[in-house]
């Protein structure tokens, strides 16, 4: 069987990735559609050596298709993808609009492609720090149970989106020209303060909520626990984050402290297990230097792991470095490869109890 395939959102960083990520995938295409908003429409775009033009999205832009890849606003994702159900088109989305409503799977597939039976129209992708967490974290959690979780994120401007890294860019330019570094956007768009990101840290991705943790670090406590446990209030794993802008283009790092729950894991054991994991590549000789940084890890599907080691006082504890490309990984190439798993498993339809509003929605 071939499929009618949209992607949602085809003009943005994530969308031209996921345009490349489809041609290299198993998905048999017979027809593609790409769609964006109204001041894309016409816009000239490649797909294995065919122009397609980008059409305006709307809700009947769906009515022949099989299956979305969608990666547009989580606001335009709300609008129209219970439309693209409504339609009889499955849904893989990269916003957030719906990956905390117990109706949709958010799924990693290395880690639990097995809930995508569970769709009811739409499937969600998870954000970008904890997608590549889980790759990294799934082989453990399997082999030895996990206990405890604290991440410290390094992540990329290029999670901001591209108006951000365009602002890094130039920033870096003006600092090393002794001008003053223009900064309007990051943190967080509409927020009031903005900091330059170039030669700097900022402590904040997303918004605060009362309880001093950001969205973002309350994403990756709440997705890890949806994706590992199928609950995102599980009290089975703590996990407690901390996420950092750097001044790094692409690729997130993060160092990943985890507790075990059978204390026969060691080091060399779980380097075993990395070496094996799908979607996995280790990284890890520090006596020759060797292990995963961002610049490298640009461009690769894969999850880098390195830095593997024990904590010095307590057996049970491990430390590692992840490092992947937040806009494949962490974006449209999680995205397609859900979708090559619905092919795969003979899940891209409908069914009759399809989803199309919000069902029980957990996010602050
Ligand atoms: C960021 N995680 O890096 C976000 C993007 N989804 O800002």
New binding site residues.
């Given amino acids: 069987r071939k499929y009618n395939v949209a992607i949602l959102g085809a003009t943005g960083a994530v969308g031209s990735r996921l345009i490349d990520q489809l041609a290299k995938s198993t998905i048999p295409v017979n027809h593609l559609e790409l769609l964006a908003s109204k001041k894309s429409a016409g816009k000239p775009l490649q797909f294995k050596g065919h122009t397609i033009k980008v059409q305006e999205a709307t809700p009947d832009s769906f009515n022949n298709i099989d299956l979305v890849l969608s990666s547009p606003s989580s606001d335009v994702a709300r609008k129209l993808l219970p439309e693209a159900v409504k339609r009889g088109a499955t849904c893989v989305d990269n916003s957030?609009a719906f990956r905390y409503d117990t109706n949709v799977p958010l799924v990693v597939p290395e880690c639990n492609a097995d809930a995508l039976k569970l769709h009811h129209g739409i499937v969600a992708n998870p954000?970008?720090?904890t997608t590549q967490m889980m790759a990294a974290l799934e082989p453990v959690r399997k082999a030895f149970g996990l206990k405890s979780i604290i991440v410290s994120t390094y992540?990329?401007a290029?999670?901001?989106?591209g108006a951000a890294l365009k602002e890094f860019f130039r920033q870096a330019q003006e600092y090393l020209d002794h001008k003053p570094m223009e900064h309007n956007i990051l943190p967080v768009g509409s927020q009031p303060k903005h900091y330059p990101l170039a030669f700097n840290l900022i402590p904040q991705?997303?918004r605060f909520f009362s309880n001093g943790y950001s969205r973002?670090e309350w994403?990756m406590i709440h997705e890890t626990k949806k994706i590992m446990l199928g609950d995102m209030n599980a009290p089975q794993i703590k996990v407690n984050a901390t996420?950092v802008?750097v001044p790094v283009p692409i690729a997130?790092g993060e160092t990943v402290y985890f507790k075990v729950a059978d204390k026969s894991a060691t080091a060399d054991k779980i380097k075993e297990l990395e070496k094996n994991a799908p979607g996995v590549t280790l990284l890890d000789d520090p006596a020759h230097q060797v292990y995963p940084m961002p610049h490298y890890a640009e461009g690769h599907r894969d999850t880098f792991v390195g830095r593997i080691r024990p904590d010095l006082e307590h057996d049970d504890i491990f430390d590692m470095w992840v490092v992947a490309d937040?806009l494949l990984k962490?974006?449209a190439w999680n995205t397609v490869e859900n979708g090559e798993e619905l092919v795969k498993r003979g899940l891209v339809r409908v069914p009759k109890d399809y989803y199309v509003k919000p069902g029980v929605n957990h996010q602050a």
């Fill in positions: 957030s954000n970008c720090s992540q990329a290029s999670g901001a989106g991705i997303d973002e994403k996420c802008r997130h937040n962490g974006a």
